[in-house]
């Protein structure tokens, strides 16, 4: 036998002596009141250098947030380890957005700790929740999708499934917005201006990615083609991560964020010798790529920046994976049995082509067995229809930026096609909608037709965008590929959006039916006959009236508007963007205020119209959208005849903090998007776990919800994506539905005249025009009518309290299906095949 190598001795002593040392009864990382009481003392000590007199409520947040790190160290570690001797599967979420909000409240409610941290701090004379205002939100994300991966990450911990976040950690995140005059202004949002007490930057990981420069083809040793990336410019991904808890076990995966770095060996040093001045400009150059989270919702832009920062991310990531794989295999004949990468959306696609030049260029494997690995590692989800957001760049660009990426582009669709007409499957009108160049006057890459042909699962994330996905978008791939094409409902986490959000829901809950809904949301359907208890519907009603009035008490010190605690509140938060029609909400309450100017006995149950959400900064018409209601919520408030009947409100800043506090307080969720449009949607969603009943379209995930919660239970108008199509084809002209509603012409006259721009008549022309000349694209007049009798219904409904609040008890009773863990579970089992791998102290 031969000797054991002195670092292999070395390496063992220290593992025998660092377990000693950790199983030292030690009371430092303990969970109790007493220890935790201990721990904070000692941060904010130690780590902020304070005392009681000099301390600010951010280092006591700071101080707790620590305190709660320390606890989850361990368990980092040892889930590592776990993963890594059971040679365990793992997942790869990658995604160029991640919505995460504050972590310290999750945190403490995963690891069970946030009664204890309370007691504790309340012992110093401390609100735990005035020192959790303190966090900011991680805003790394524009909006549902950037949300969804957040979700996920948290299922995935839950379910103890091996699984790592890959993304970018922008120094600014989705902006930060403020209203001015009405008007939305965007602010950075500097997150990290006080560093962040999760994220652990890894100095030691960096990787090293190339643009630019062209590439040599030539023949290496063994007479193969050698392709070589030459004369590249060189930038540094240092890997930050951050430790995402799962509940109630003992799982804490990985989110790795990257940021770019100026790389100092290879730049400045060979290009900027003896210049140092420009040597750090350069340096600045470099590192803008992490620096901002493109605003852009939906619309996309073919700028460079955006291209680099897919490919920084992309490169990165697919790095680290390889690394990890071959730390433990020879080769990468099992790589599809031990890594599935998962793509969110389109953005992270090029992960298919630089895999395919790692697997090929780097480590000398045959392109077929190279291709066969890509389409067995890769998945693919799309998150929309509409063609303005799916992405596409020129080829002149991409080849410039990326020139291996784009040879290889070439090469796969080449085969592609080629592949595809001998086997006669498909004809040519169908093998130009799936090569993946567009031709025209600006020859482009299509980043859909890469995804789906470089994966072997393509999902939508509802049952009807899914199916609309295989009938319209994708109907070429679904006629050659039926079987790579499947549904994942999204969902959203209990966790945040229930225990977290709703304290006061979640504890009845859990009173009557015990806790387990919280790992296992089915079981909220125990909850069904407690619709039928007098005594439950008084508790729900007085836990939804709490929660009115903490949202209030936000309206008033934001807005300067008190809101009356016995009206309706009618909430629409989500991105501004005329699909999800805001429009066809706020048309309809300046439409209620006339009414209520014109008719005397008019006596509609009091209702509080809340709106929330930002608009892209280059998107003029969501702008106007915003404007239009401040405007109106400006008339109508200051209106003494309408005073107790109606008032509007626009709450800056929509984001998951916000989010937080306005779910558990609503009652109507309005979901009422253009059929065909909303691919899922998440936010409806959150709104039926907490309790709010739907006014919806048949659109996204809303069929769904209301397939759950059942027909009776959700407010359902408006034309369905048959009659959305019959319409357009037939010509839909909306001076017909002007001159024929009477209340379509009396609202729309009211803005084109100045009524809720008083001083500036013609203001809201530009939303008139787009509505009657434009040709209305999302159909807001066509679905106005259908819309103010559902809202009728709604009013009537909401009359009969105890009726009412059955229904809201029952959809919190049916909200089940609607965990994200129902749908990472799917995920898990019929897309990536990783069983979970369960963690133990
Ligand atoms: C859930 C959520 C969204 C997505 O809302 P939709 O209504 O599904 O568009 C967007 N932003 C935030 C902050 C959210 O929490």
Redesign the pocket.
Known sequence: MPPPRKAAVARTEEARALERARDLPNARTALDVDALRRAFADHLQYSQGKDEHTATPLDRYFAVAYAVRDRMMRRWIQTQQTYYKADAKRVYYLSLEF?M?KALENNLLNLGIYDNMRSALSDLGLDLNALLEQEPDAGLGN??LG?LAACFLDSLATLSIPAYGYGIRYEFGIFDQEIRNGYQVERPEEWLRFGSAWEIPRGDACVPVSFYGRTEHGVDEKGRLQVRWADARHVLGMPYDVPITGHGNQTVNTLRLWRARASQELDLADFNAGDYLSAVEEKDLSENISKVLYPNDLTVMGKELRLQQQYFFVCCSIHDIVNRHLKMHEGFSDFPDKVAIQMNDTHPAIAVAELMRVLVDEHGLEWGKAWEICGGTFGYTNHTLMPEALEKWSVDLFGRVLPRHLEIVFEVNRRFLDGVRAARKADEPALQRMSLIEEGPVKQVRMANLAVIGSHSVNGVAALHTELLKRELFHDFHALWPERFNNKTNG?TPRRWLLQANPALARSISEVIGPGWVTDAAQLRNLEPLAEDAGFRRLFRDVKRDNKERLAGIVRVENGISLDLDSIFDVQ???IHEY?RQLLAILRVASEYLRLKEERGYDPYPRSYLFGGKAAPGYAMAKWIIKLVGSVADVVNRDVDVRGRIAVAFLRN???S??ERIFPAAEVSE?ISTAGK?A?????M?FALNGALTVGTLDGANVEIREEVGAENFFLFGLTVEEVAALRKGGYDPWEWYRKDRRIKQVLDALSSGVFSPGEPGLFRPVVESLLNGGDPYLVLADFAAYCSCQERVEQAYRDPDGWTRKAILNVARAGKFSSDRTIHEYATEIWNVPPVRVVE
């Open positions: 919505l909000g909006g549902g949300r959203v938060v989500k991105r999800k929509y984001r998951v916000l989010a979901q909303e899922s949607g998440t936010g409806n959150k």
